[in-house]
């Protein structure tokens, strides 16, 4: 684990709320010098602790009004030949494995329930399915809050 220190918790939290903050303004928060800071990014990136910059997208503007998770029952002798599937479904957000009775637990959107109802079916060839839509999301994606 690489060590981080205050400045560099501070420099997460700031590229957390908006990463395209210019190094001038992160500088002046942080009472660095713009190429201190760049350095300390730098770091962080090649350790692995900043690990990409990302968009947020509204999903249901963009017409993809089903979000659902859905549970699949995996044995592990099937994994590898899954994850070569799952990784090509665009439609999937998210992939994890997890402890329970569903050992991979999905994150999908789509436009319509019909669409869902195609892809789980997909996935039934590698294992029985529990699909949950989504009604609302009270508490939607967040970064992590460093303490």
């Known amino acids: 684990m690489c060590k981080i220190d205050e400045v560099d918790k501070k420099l997460i939290e700031l590229l957390q709320d908006n990463a395209r903050t210019p190094l001038k303004i992160l500088a002046s928060k942080v009472f660095l010098s713009a190429p201190a800071v760049s350095s300390r990014i730098e770091k962080l990136e090649k350790n692995g602790i900043i690990n990409g910059y990302n968009i947020c997208v509204d999903s249901q503007k963009l017409g993809y009004n089903i979000n659902a998770f859905v549970g699949l029952e995996l044995p592990a002798s099937r994994k590898e030949e ?10 999937v957000l998210e992939c994890n494995c997890v402890t329970g009775v569903y050992s991979m637990l999905l994150k999908v959107v789509f436009h319509t329930t019909q669409e869902l109802d195609e892809f789980v079916d997909e996935l039934q060839v590698f294992g029985n399915t529990s699909t949950q839509i989504v009604f609302s999301t009270p508490v939607p994606h967040r970064e992590i809050k460093l303490t």
Do not use: A, K
């Open 82 to 91: 899954f994850y070569n599937f799952i990784r090509s479904c665009p439609s």
